[in-house]
């Protein structure tokens, strides 16, 4: 029985999921550091559960740079925003951010388990719903705001985490940049010229917010 204790299969009983892990359509994949697991414009034919590991989405904005436009972690899921659209095309890269294990269910079993399941169903509309809002807000962000905007709202949401002024990156400046569309000589600029105005100082991955 594949992880039958996940909430999703909760009201499931094992002969409800054994036919169709036989025909291989539900099933666990595994990857390695840095595989892509889907590229842009792939076909979304699955609605997966991430049981281990992180993914990361990228994209390439207007200007030609790329970026991240969310990440995923163990517990998270992704397709279900996609799987019955018309147009169900993965819009961005989806890459493994180390060992990442992931849960698929084809397209074809979603509707008979949520017949069978309330817990099913509603968790499959949550992770739909979840999926559209987090990279629409993601979306609009980075188009609205200038950049040093964005760093400041960054800054801002860390040390709201931290509860701290002086704050510590989780990523290096390469991935931030990725995380804000922009190349990293123009974040490492903005992040200079921000020190020169006295708003930040940094060391390495340590920032102190002085615009408070």
């Given at each position: ?17 054994k036919?169709?892990?036989?025909k ?18 792939d ?7 991430i ?13 030609g ?137 940094f ?10």
């Amino acid at each position: 029985m594949l992880h039958q204790d996940l909430p999703l299969f909760e009201q499931l009983r094992e002969e409800d999921l054994k036919p169709f892990e036989k025909k291989g359509l539900i099933r666990v994949k595994s990857y390695g550091d840095g595989e892509i697991i889907y590229f842009e414009g792939d076909q979304c034919q699955t609605f997966d559960l991430i049981l281990e590991g992180n993914l990361k989405a990228q994209s390439i904005n207007i200007s030609g740079n790329i970026f991240t436009v969310t990440n995923f972690t163990k517990g998270d899921s992704l397709g279900a925003n996609l799987l019955f659209g018309y147009r169900n095309l993965y819009h961005m890269t989806i890459t493994a951010q180390g060992k990442v294990q992931i849960l698929q269910l084809d397209k074809s079993v979603i509707m008979p388990l949520s017949q069978k399941s309330e817990k099913f169903l509603q968790y499959f509309i949550e992770s739909l719903s979840n999926n559209t809002t987090i990279l629409g807000e993601k979306l609009t962000t980075l188009g609205s705001r200038s950049l040093r905007e964005n760093i400041i709202h960054l800054l801002d949401t860390l040390s709201m985490k931290q509860g701290t002024l002086k704050v510590t990156l989780p990523y290096s400046r390469q991935e931030l940049a990725d995380q804000l569309g922009v190349q990293r000589p123009s974040l490492s600029r903005e992040f200079g010229k921000m020190k020169a105005e006295g708003l930040i100082d940094f060391v390495k991955n340590q920032v102190t917010i002085k615009y408070k």
